[in-house]
Structures are given as structure tokens and as C-alpha cells.
């Protein structure tokens, strides 16, 4: 539960803090601080899942894993040491008087790209949370009258109606993503973020949940992906070289099933 209760807590931090100037810069600068707290709770929680990433096989999962889990620390860094470095409220004991040109950026932009990479993770992730909360259904090895109640109809039918109803949201937070402005900000063509004052805060929280939902979606569908071309035993190089794995088929020039 104490690990559910840390990813519920970053989960809902994330778009509050994106929500810079609704929230205001003292709210924004703590609410910061103790995201990083809460990050380093999170990885201090799920410390043998990160070492088990540089034990056995490098797997394609795992090499995508590893790679995103570096790629969020490494936004987390960036956000930590820029934020100290222009910080009005928390920090303002360090007492810097320079470089705030380049803290600003570097800020921005390890904010959103951030934000895309947790998302991200999130999907990979989802569905290890879910089973952490009892929320997905048991595998079949699990039986007994507590795992009874997942293998009903009715369990399954809102299991598919949940499964529509968040692709849909993930497609709608994928299309804000794609018509807004973080692409913009993401590629330095424009180097401020700007926000509507008149925004209610829960429009703009709940449009960066629907984008974080929609990059989770994608997260979530590369996990399926590499983890059904793990157990057809095709790896990226054997798919380059156009050979299956063991009881495959064989793949043509053309990338196609014979």
C-alpha cells in the first residue's frame, strides 16, 4: 500500500505542477520540493525492480525500461537544479545572482520532456500498479475465493468497458498533446510558456491528465508490443535480419509473415 500511496501522490503532484502561474510561484516551488521527496520515496520503494533491470538478459523490455527510468532521473536532476537555481521562495538562501537566462530554459525544458517520460513510464508500469492495487485481474495461477470475483462476467465486461473508455481518453490527451503548445515549447521554438489567467485550474490540471494518459497509453502499448515479440521469440536484430525465433515462421525481405 505504501507504494500505491507514492504513485497516487506523484501521479497527482504532476499536473498541479505543470500549472505554474494558477497555482502560483511559492504554492509551485514547494509543491516541487516535495516531488523530488517523493521521487526519491518512490525509487527508495521500488529499489529491487531497479536493480533487477541490470540482472539477466538484456531484453528488449528491459533495455526501453532502463532507458526511460534513466531518462526521468535525469529530468528530475535538471528540474531540481534549475529550480534551485531561480527559485524566489525555497531556495532563495543559496543567494545566486546570475545565470538565470539559461536556469529558465533548462527548467522548461526538463519539465516537459519530463512529463512526456513519466507519462511514459507510467505506461510501462500500469500494469504492475494495478496489480499492486487489486485492481487487474489475477493471473491465472492465483485462484481462491479472493480472486474469485475476477474471472465473473460482470468483471469482465466493465474490464473491457474500462479498457475502451481509457484508450479513448488516452487518444483525446494524445490529440490536446498534438494541438497545443508543449510541442512548441519541447523544440525551443518558443522559449516561454504562457498561460491563460482566466483558465480554471481544473480545466487546465484536467487537460494535462488527459495528455498524461494518452502518453501512458503509448507506454503501455510498447510494453504489449515488446513483451508479445519476447514471447514469439523475434528480437529488433532477428527482425533486421529477417529470421523468427524458435517455431516461427520466418520473416521475408519485405518485413511480411510467410
Avoid at 95 to 115: D, K, N, P, Q
Wanted: glycine share 12%; with cysteine; charged share 10%.
Amino acid at each position: 500500500m505504501v507504494k500505491i500511496g507514492l504513485d497516487l501522490a506523484l501521479l497527482a503532484m504532476l499536473p498541479l505542477q505543470m500549472a505554474y502561474l494558477l497555482v502560483g510561484q511559492r504554492a509551485h516551488e514547494w509543491m516541487g520540493a516535495c516531488l523530488v521527496i517523493l521521487l526519491a520515496a518512490h525509487c527508495l520503494a521500488n529499489r529491487k525492480a531497479f536493480l533487477g533491470l541490470f540482472r539477466g538478459t538484456r531484453s528488449p523490455i528491459r533495455v526501453v525500461n532502463l532507458a526511460l527510468n534513466h531518462l526521468v532521473l535525469a529530468a528530475a536532476l535538471g528540474l531540481l537544479l534549475s529550480g534551485a537555481h531561480i527559485s524566489g521562495h525555497v531556495f532563495v538562501f543559496l543567494e545566486i545572482s546570475s545565470g538565470f537566462s539559461l536556469a529558465r530554459t533548462v527548467h522548461l525544458l526538463c519539465a516537459f520532456w519530463g512529463f512526456v517520460f513519466f507519462s511514459l513510464h507510467l505506461g510501462l508500469n500500469l500494469e504492475r500498479m494495478l496489480r499492486l492495487a487489486g485492481l487487474a485481474r489475477p493471473s491465472p495461477r492465483m485462484a481462491g475465493p479472493r480472486t474469485a470475483w475476477a474471472r465473473t462476467p460482470g468483471y469482465r465486461i466493465l474490464g473491457w468497458v474500462a479498457r475502451v473508455a481509457a484508450n479513448l481518453f488516452g487518444v483525446f490527451g494524445l490529440w490536446l498533446f498534438g494541438t497545443g503548445d508543449l510541442p512548441l515549447y519541447m523544440s525551443m521554438s518558443v522559449q516561454f510558456a504562457f498561460f491563460d489567467l482566466d483558465t480554471p485550474l481544473w480545466l487546465f490540471v484536467g487537460r494535462y491528465v488527459a495528455m498524461m494518459a494518452g502518453f501512458a497509453l503509448v507506454g503501455y502499448w510498447i510494453r504489449r508490443g515488446l513483451m508479445a515479440m519476447g514471447r514469439s521469440g523475434l528480437t529488433p536484430a532477428k527482425v533486421r535480419a529477417g529470421k523468427a525465433g524458435p517455431g516461427g515462421s520466418g520473416l521475408d525481405e519485405g518485413g511480411a509473415g510467410s
